[in-house]
């Protein structure tokens, strides 16, 4: 038997002579066929765990795409918010009404003695009962979206007709002023007594309208509340923060505001000790709507609605 191995499966390098043509020499090359395997199949030849550890890696790639794109729509999203939010609060226009009770005609004649008499004294009062301004007894005082302006009178109409359904004494609701005027940080107020019939018609027509209230000025604390004592300055921060206003439900102190001077208010606290006041009853009949002017006063002829009460 002979011991030759079959060239076709030896891994001995196979011979090839070449010949060098100028001299007649030859040289003898030696090429391993182990070598010249194909790459290709590498990938064929490695272990599964390195199959497993590619696919693991595509999906922590996948998984970290996916995450970038949820990021990227939650901001988008986000901004977007925040634009249509400034555009609400740009392009929502505000009004401020002071919804009040008009006082009987010998009232008012009473209120606008007391404000002439308080001009001619004090030559820096503010409040012209005659021309710009109307007295009044406010309810509730505040800002509203203007967009539901006829919304809040449609509630207030609907508010009154119920209440007095429910108590038919309001409708013949007294009110008395008192023989005196505070005067107190610029303002004389002609303050009054205050019957449950009064401050069931405050109640109520906040409750009916203070949802439409401009949210803004539920944040805005005028600078004269820090100046109270407590617990009155934490109760009034608590209505603003609530229905846009300190004077209402416990804080409601009906008067009708007379003078105001914050020039020389020390002034306005001097006129008032030589003017005579006079107390003044009336029935109450109109609850009215009416814009505000300066210094929290109602704008004389610029009524938006009047409900009256003989009516319901």
Not at 295 to 303: H, I, P, Q
């Amino acid at each position: 038997m002979s011991n030759d191995i079959d060239p076709l499966i030896s891994d001995k390098p196979k011979p090839i002579n070449y010949s060098n043509n100028n001299n007649g020499n030859s040289t003898t090359l030696y090429i391993n066929d182990n070598l010249l395997k194909d790459n290709n199949n590498e990938e064929d030849d490695l272990p599964i765990s390195h199959h497993s550890h590619k696919k693991k890696h595509w999906v922590f790639d996948f998984l970290k795409v996916l995450i970038i794109i949820i990021s990227f729509a939650f901001i988008v999203g986000l901004v977007v918010l925040i634009v249509q939010l400034v555009e609400l609060f740009h392009t929502t226009t505000v009004i401020d009404f002071n919804i009040h009770i008009k006082l009987s005609q010998q009232c008012e004649n009473e209120a606008m003695t007391i404000n002439t008499l308080a001009t001619q004294i004090d030559k820096n009062q503010q409040i012209n009962f005659n021309v710009t301004q109307q007295p009044h007894i406010t309810l509730y005082l505040t800002r509203f979206l203007n967009d539901f302006q006829s919304n809040i009178i449609q509630n207030i109409n609907s508010t009154l007709t119920k209440q007095i359904l429910l108590d038919s004494t309001l409708k013949n609701c007294e009110i008395s002023t008192l023989t005196y005027v505070n005067v107190s940080g610029g303002y004389a107020l002609w303050n009054t007594l205050k019957p449950n019939c009064l401050q069931t018609l405050s109640d109520a027509i906040v409750n009916a309208t203070a949802e439409f209230v401009d949210p803004r000025i539920k944040n805005t604390i005028p600078d004269w509340v820090y100046t109270l004592p407590e617990p009155i300055k934490e109760k009034k921060i608590s209505m603003i923060q609530f229905y846009g206003s300190p004077n209402v439900f416990s804080q409601f102190d009906p008067h009708v505001t007379v003078a105001h001077d914050d020039i020389t208010p020390k002034e306005l606290i001097k006129s008032f000790e030589n003017i005579p006041i006079n107390t003044c009853t009336f029935k109450v009949q109109y609850v009215t709507i009416g814009l505000v002017g300066p210094y929290g006063t109602v704008l004389r002829g610029k009524d938006v609605q009047t409900f009256d009460l003989t009516t319901f």
